[in-house]
């Protein structure tokens, strides 16, 4: 029993949320978009690129890249064949 508490104790462990954010200065209060993207074999497969100013065209305040719970359900459920990970961009409030 103390084996597999162990064992679980260090799966969770081993996996985790993580969030990569990058500001820039202009001020929030635009839109938010949400978008999910996949990646294949722990993030190793896989790429991405987003056309930022297509969804903020006034510009944008800052956008993540996350694993969300659900996220690394999903990739520990597949293991790790998908990863899914989720973007978020925040639209700036004004003009550029």
Known sequence: MRLR???LVAVLGLTGC???RYQTKLEPGGES???MVSYFFWGLGGSHDIDLDAYCPDG???WS???TFGNV???LVTLG???PRTVEIE????RR
């Open 65 to 67: 890249n996350r694993a």
């Open 18 to 20: 993580y969030t990569v």
């Open 33 to 35: 978009h949400s978008k």
């Open 60 to 62: 944008v305040a800052a």
């Open 73 to 75: 359900l999903i990739d």
């Open 5 to 7: 508490v162990a064992a």
């Open 91 to 94: 639209c700036a409030g004004g």
């Open 81 to 83: 064949i998908w990863s």
